[in-house]
């Protein structure tokens, strides 16, 4: 699949962006998705490439809002098809919340292969061992002309009316920042991943998780398992995104002057 | 050749990003040259996408090598054919020196279209009302397998004997690491221009010019012509790699607090 000699100081990094070129190679990753993985690679090591306490607190504020939810959705893109799809099953069985296409490029027949990638996923899901006679497998749904975000111009604001259309709150990793933009201005909560602090999308976001999505969707998932009601409301009422945020900054800063 | 509306926040981002995927489209640009391309973007906002004191500092001494050099060669990816061919060919024509073609993922006939593209900027250059006349249009040399590079494993250990194999100083833009080490292992004097200022490569040239290559390019062609010998061996002899280094990362430092 590559040519990258295993005594290169940085193979393990180099084999793992062939997940994402994979990606490219099946349909299912936009070429610019490409470009926006090379940014998160920047933030990410800049960051440290592990899971930092200000990451930590947002997956948990994040565990509680989606667990309170009443109608949740989780919002697929390229990206993190080709990343995480067993991740997004897990997270959308746990949820009991549909997954739903939406994507910004779209050539001809992506969103129609990033479906069939997750619904192989999800087949495979639905016989592991661990989830046979297990309900919940999510669904899988698509873009529709029927329901419309306001505030959009793109290809995005085509959703389905019983997902984003409908929903309290969207999950919504590897976002861009005009369509998080106009989720919260319709009044909907919405749950982010990003690497850069800075980006529209993590300033907007209701809950912003400044790590990469494949450390944070198995933290997220066992969190949301673990979570009592009981407490969810207070721990959402008490979380400040924007705290959150500069505590990312100042990690980025220290590490700059490192 | 994109659906981003212009209404769209950052539209001209965007944009430029299409030049990139272009290359990929004709054939240029590698798949993975396109994440490279998104961990640059990512440093360039952290930089404020402007040519800053640290650069001009590095290009200044840069264009004193470049013009100090006996056998200058300039270095060619599929990133820098895409986004820059006329710099390069100006730069050669500048500095006499040839252009070579070397990249890292050597997807079947891309060596060969790289060439082909430069070739035609080049024709382009040599019947431009400016150069009409003029010599000096540089040669495109490409890898062979009678001159080997030391110290690295990859494909990019092929060159050519009468180009990076026998240079003194190599222009590398956008470099990986590991040929940088071999070539300065070997002796040889590495410009390079990297928008990290901690890769290896920043870390490892003889002159880092932290900067997108696309406003780089300009600048460094001018200030050779403008350079008199007399003051280039003094601009060498005192420049100091590590402190560009320094003050570009208290730069992103800067940046992250703000």
New interface residues.
Partial sequence: M????K????YLS?TL?DT??AG?AQGITS??G??????????D?LIGETTQPFAIEAIHAAAAMLRLAKHPVISVNGNVAALVPDGLIELGQVLNAPLEVNIF??ETGREQRIREHLLKHKARSETSPANVGVEGAPDVLMPTTEAQLSYI???RKFVHPDGIFKADVVFVPLED??RCEALRKMGKAVVTVDL?P?S?TAQQASITIVDNVVRTLPLLCKEIREFSDSTAADTVSQYSNEAVLKKA??H???C??G
Avoid: C, K, W
Avoid at 2 to 5: A, G, K, L, N, Y
């Fill in positions: 590559t040519d990258v000699p005594t290169h100081p940085r180099l962006r994402i070129v490219v070429v610019h490409l470009i926006a993985h090379g940014r998160g690679e920047a933030f090591y490029h779209t111009d793109s290809n920042g005009d850069n800075m529209r900054l100042q980025i800063s220290r700059g002057n």
